[in-house]
């Protein structure tokens, strides 16, 4: 698969888990942290329009929070809607990891552009 990376950037503060459509509102501090994650990203991306390619995210989370990486995930995904890709629906692959530390908190996010989302021709049956 060839990619090209498009943001590579650290978010300080305390990442807050999206869990549902539902639920997400009641998640203390989620707002503040999908707009600092919204803002964040944009000052990295300084006259570049989302893309409508293929989309690989690798994030790391820095947190003494409980949660699961996924959670926090999604709310990283949603943040970056209409900043660096138009829908999350382009987004093709997640690698999400959540450590556990006393550091600073965030999340280092790397966002790369999938060129060849599907370099191996699917075959048929027998």
């Known amino acids: 698969m060839t990619t090209i990376e498009l943001l590579d950037v650290f978010v300080m503060g305390h990442p807050r888990p999206r869990s549902s459509a539902k639920t997400w509102r009641r998640v203390k501090g989620i707002k503040e942290w999908m707009r600092t994650v919204a803002w964040t990203a944009k000052s990295h991306l300084v006259g570049v329009k989302p893309t409508d390619s293929p989309i690989s995210l690798y994030l790391t989370f820095y947190s003494v929070a409980q949660g699961d990486a996924?959670?926090?995930a999604k709310?990283?995904?949603?943040?970056?809607?209409?900043?660096?890709?138009?829908?999350?629906?382009?987004?093709?692959?997640?690698?999400a990891k959540l450590v556990r530390s006393f550091a600073t908190p965030g999340v280092q996010i790397t966002a790369y552009e999938i060129v060849d989302p599907n370099p191996y021709p699917i075959r048929g049956g027998p």
């Open 70 to 72: 996924t959670n926090y």
């Open 75 to 95: 709310a990283v995904e949603d943040a970056l809607t209409k900043i660096l890709y138009t829908d999350d629906r382009q987004v093709l692959e997640i690698h």
